[in-house]
Nanobody
């Protein structure tokens, strides 16, 4: 699975952005999808996860819960990360990832459990 992330940019605090993660040539219906981010000088951080199509479980850390929403559009082979009420602390490079459904949902927030990655897209939130 080849993933392409896009949608990053510069936004003021309180604003919104929508990131997209598109698969070329393969649908994502049977993949668990995740978004991770890495701020300058910090470790990678889990942001959101979405289970395979038809179950659609979601999981967020407390840092983004209520502000970020992960969703999928099967017809477009695309997973989105809608980010609202952005804060300067959300500034980071955001990367999307996928893993096969058979790998299970239990470790949805575990970065090493994902085996397909897109390149990152930079989100900068100004104060």
């Amino acid at each position: 699975v080849q993933l392409q992330a896009s949608g990053g940019g510069l936004v003021q605090a309180g604003g919104s952005l929508r990131l997209s993660c598109t698969s070329s040539g393969r649908n994502l219906n049977n993949y668990i999808m995740g978004w991770f981010r890495q701020a300058p000088g910090k470790e990678h951080e889990f942001v959101a996860a979405l289970s395979w199509s038809g179950s659609d479980y979601t999981y967020y850390p407390d840092s983004v819960k209520g502000r970020f929403t992960i969703s999928r559009d099967n017809a477009k082979n695309t997973v989105y990360l809608q980010m609202n009420n952005l804060k300067p602390d959300d500034t980071a490079v955001y990367s999307c990832a996928a893993k096969e459904r058979r790998k299970g949902w239990d470790y949805a927030s575990s970065r090493p459990s994902y085996n397909h990655w897109g390149q990152g897209t930079l989100v900068t939130v100004s104060s």
